[in-house]
């Protein structure tokens, strides 16, 4: 039986990133169907709601979803982050990000990273208070919200036959909360085969920057793990070539990592690989490895021989990139 992947395009230019990973992913397999609904500014402008009741029904009946980037409105004192919102609600408790290079000229030689972090509104709970000379931050962290994200963060590292997975944290700052944080995670991991280690959030930006082949898998909050993330990101050429998702128990959300670039929409040179990759990891989570990673030696091969955007130094657009990738799916099938 067919699995199903739920669409979300979104705003500025996810239409065009998302169009460009199923059209991908509809030549990689022919195990999925594809449902579409709306999310963000797309949304509202059709019903007068960032995430309509009928989204969330699709995206309860899914297997996973794949979402473009979406415009926030934080001026709006009743809005919610839709995307949030729903990860939320589907228990999406957990985010990964993938860095590795997609060609030898491209990036920095020895990084292949998986970076776990607990989603914010899983993990966290953050609240900002005014007072009358400045501002008072709380931050409330759960036991069992870290447990849960070790766990996953365990399953990810045995699939991908990962062996170092390292706790990045601020326990010197934070010696209560981050101290409890760098405790559950030895406990957690020790009866696995795995080695480990920890490092203070700052060691482990300058090792990841100096020895990136020494890190395989790092594990941290999310008010650490973006910085990383930003790093890393840096180090295989830009937020444009990086995989994210959100991911539970049982469904996960897959999309590019970074925003609504709105200068970028429906000029036709927009990079698509962040929400190429992404997609593939949406066929690894639904149970397709193998169509997955054929979608990821694909992109690297065009990477390779240079049929790129104009923003890693090519002069493709963004549908002949896609096409490209295609290409090279129909000929290795």
Known sequence: MAKKILVLPGDGVGPEVISAAVSVLKCATDDVDFTYGDIGLTAYDKTENYLPAETIDLATDSNAIIAG?????????????????????LNMYAIVRKFFPLCETLGTPGIDLILMTGNPDSLMNVIEKENLDGVTIERYMSKNSCKKLFKKTMEVAEIKQRKTITCAHRTSLFPVSDGMFTDLFYKEFAASEFLMNDLEIDAAASELSMNPEMLDVIV???LYGI???????GMVGGSYLTPMGSIGDSTGLFEPMYGP??????????????????????????????????????????YSKGKVTPDVGGTSTTNEFTNFIIDVLKRNK
């Open 69 to 89: 980037v979406i415009i926030d409105r934080p001026k709006d004192i009743a809005y919610r982050n839709p995307l949030r919102v729903l990860k939320k609600q």
């Open 220 to 222: 941290s909050t999310d």
């Open 227 to 233: 910085s990383l993330a930003g790093v890393a990101a």
């Open 261 to 302: 670039k709105l200068e970028m929409a429906e000029k036709g040179f927009v990079n698509p690989t962040s929400a190429i990759l992404s997609s593939a990891m949406a066929l690894d989570q639904i149970g397709c490895p193998l169509d997955a990673e054929n979608v990821r030696k694909a992109v690297r091969e065009v």
